[in-house]
Nanobody
Framework: QVQLVESGGGLVQAGDSLTLSCAVS????????MGWFRQAPGKEREYVAL???????NYAEAVKGRFTISRDSAKNRVLLQMNSLTPGDTATYYC????????????????WGQGTQVTVSS
């Protein structure tokens, strides 16, 4: 069974940068597209970005131009580089394995990590 473990969250100030990492167990990592979601208190889980098995990237409008998703198949991990952070980016960030369907729909992902908290102060 695949396991996803996020790390790298923390408390930063507006304008700072942060890189999140998601370690993925299993030998089939390279075959799957991987995504990042986030969830703020009282809000629904929100799509952030996805990277396909072939390296194609897709971003939500809210983070386009500020966040960069990448994957390291040698180390079985997915990274999310976040720049120019704002208080609106404060949320728990989740890594997930995409299965099929629409990229932005959380129900189309079949494995999730436990999340890592990102807090951006003004």
């Amino acid at each position: 069974q695949v396991q996803l473990v996020e790390s790298g969250g923390g408390l930063v100030q507006a304008g700072d940068s942060l890189t999140l990492s998601c370690a993925v167990s299993g030998r089939t990592f390279s075959q799957y597209s991987m995504g990042w979601f986030r969830q703020a208190p009282g809000k629904e889980r929100e799509y952030v970005a996805l990277i396909t098995s072939g390296g194609h990237e897709n971003y939500a409008e809210a983070v386009k131009g500020r966040f960069t998703i990448s994957r390291d198949s040698a180390k079985n991990r997915v990274l999310l580089q976040m720049n120019s952070l704002t208080p609106g980016d404060t949320a728990t960030y989740y890594c997930a394995r995409f299965r099929s369907g629409l990229w932005a729909r959380a129900s189309n992902y079949d494995a999730w990590g436990q999340g890592t908290q990102v807090t951006v102060s003004s």
